[in-house]
């Protein structure tokens, strides 16, 4: 009864459940108002989208640089409390995941297929350099920003883990705070479970391809269970027992991964494309971020990639930047900052260059391509039957998109917990618990949503929820990152 008093908790919950119980009664009806919201929202909200995402990598750069950037989260003698590989690898790991795997081959390839628009650059550099585009600076720069104005709060101002108290010096409303944290909490849990869905499909695809069957959404639903029972028990034994241990485990074996293919593959090409579109892609990003004239792919491009990435990216930035605030204590905000949009973005840029420009060489070799690599749930798997020892690639894939797909999970329900735990740092265990159960009640919601239509898949539900669920969260962060200049500036004052 005590938890059902704690309007965050019950109020959350509620309308999680809402949303469970009429996906499961009202599949169809569902699919069909989101799909009409999530075209309003394209067509009224969509440049927002890419023009914030500009504006925070600007803004973290120019803090960064900045005198702001000495600014300690913690007492000014303090070290890290993690080291750099610790520290890199559980911001990876929950910022990214299993996405990285999801993407690898197909994404590259889509770009190589049909380039987003007219460019000098051959097509395979292109290819690249949008790739990097979208999984670079600006997602850092979203998971960036929350991480510094809620590791500001939490570590120099010494106030409870919840976003209000962020914005609570310029915001008296106790009603609208609680709103603030009400929107944060959904907003993490749609993103949370848009992931989970995305990856228990192509861990079925894996399993498919591996074992040449024909497992449904059964076995997806049931992979689901197994994943967040892992993941809770993980949350169980807290960041240092549970999160940090399977975080490294999850880059070593990813990084052995990459190596694997690297070696095997045409290393001087891999590397002359990773140099040639890395360069690229800095001297494009400003008119790339604003699609501006000749950088422009056009309305159906856009909505299809860059929207539905951009809300993506923002759907997590609440649990990974404060998940990243968490576990950067120690750190300047110009380590902070630097460390988070410098290392993922150089670490993500070399994976799609290895895995793309292999795949690149494959399709070449081939002589025709008839989207051998077009399902985004089954395009690694096909890539590795060209490989030595494909069946252990393919394990260890599965293994590894279990292994992420955890840590985005554990880290999640833990930031959840702190947010309904009256801002605790290490929240009760039965918020982990409760936070675990509704996480994968509304998981199997979606994944149903995205099997209301034969015509659809989960990848096409959520991208029309996310980019109406994650609005409001960004308007919110635009009023957030001015309230945090005004604070510092006051401050030094």
Request: charged share 10%.
């Amino acid at each position: 009864m005590k938890h059902l008093k704690n309007p965050l908790l019950s109020i959350s919950i509620g309308i999680i459940l809402a949303f469970t119980l009429v996906v499961f009664f009202a599949t169809e009806a569902t699919y069909e108002s989101i799909e009409s919201a999530s075209i309003w929202v394209r067509n009224y909200f969509g440049f927002f989208y890419l023009y914030l995402g500009l504006g925070c990598v600007l803004f973290l750069l120019a803090i960064a640089f900045s005198p702001f950037g000495k600014i300690k989260l913690g007492k000014k003698n303090s070290t890290p409390e993690h080291s750099l590989w610790a520290w890199t690898s559980m911001l990876y790991s929950a910022g990214m995941g299993s996405g990285i795997l999801l993407r690898a081959v197909q994404e590259p390839v889509f770009m190589q297929q049909h380039p987003p628009f007219k460019s000098d650059l051959a097509p395979e550099i292109l290819a690249l350099e949008f790739t990097f585009y979208q999984w670079g600076f600006t997602a850092w720069a979203f998971y960036g920003l929350f991480a510094m104005v809620v590791g500001y709060a939490l570590f120099v101002k010494k106030k409870k883990v919840r976003v209000s108290a962020t914005i609570e010096d310029t915001i008296s409303n106790s009603v609208a705070r609680k709103g603030i944290d009400i929107m944060t909490i959904i907003t993490t849990i749609f993103g949370l479970i848009a992931a989970i869905s995305l990856g228990t499909t192509q861990i079925n695809g894996g399993l498919n391809h591996v074992f040449d069957s024909h497992l449904g959404i059964t076995t997806t639903l049931l992979l689901a269970v197994l994943i967040s029972a892992i993941a809770f028990y993980s949350a169980w034994q807290g960041v240092n027992k549970g999160i940090k241990i399977i975080s490294k485990v999850n880059i070593l074996i990813t990084t052995l991964l990459l190596v694997f293919i690297f070696l095997m593959s045409d290393i001087s090409g891999i590397l002359v494309a990773f140099g040639t579109a890395t360069l690229n892609y800095l001297i494009d990003f400003i008119p790339m971020s604003l699609a501006y004239g000749n950088y422009d792919p056009g309305m159906t491009f856009l909505t299809d990639w860059t929207f539905y990435y951009w809300a993506f990216w923002l759907a997590w930035a609440p649990f990974t930047g404060i998940f990243i605030a968490r576990i950067s204590k120690g750190r300047t905000l110009r380590q902070l900052l630097l460390g988070v949009l410098i290392i993922p973005s150089i670490g993500t840029f070399f994976w799609f260059s290895v895995f793309g420009t292999s795949a690149f060489e494959l399709i070449e070799s081939w002589g025709t391509y008839n989207n051998e690599f077009g399902n985004v749930f089954s395009s690694i798997f096909i890539f590795f039957k060209n490989y030595p020892m494909a069946t252990l690639l393919n394990f260890t894939t599965i293994f590894l998109l279990i292994s992420f797909l955890v840590t985005s999970i554990d880290s999640a329900v833990f930031v959840l917990s702190m947010f309904t735990d009256h801002g605790k740092k290490n929240p009760s265990r039965k918020h982990r618990l409760i936070w675990s159960v509704f996480i994968l009640m509304a998981t199997m919601a979606l994944i149903l949503l995205g099997n209301a239509k034969p015509d659809i898949d989960v990848l096409t539900a959520i991208q029309k929820l996310l980019i109406i669920t994650s609005l409001p969260f960004a308007i919110f962060m635009v009023y957030m990152a001015g309230a945090f200049v005004w604070e510092i500036s006051n401050k030094k004052k």
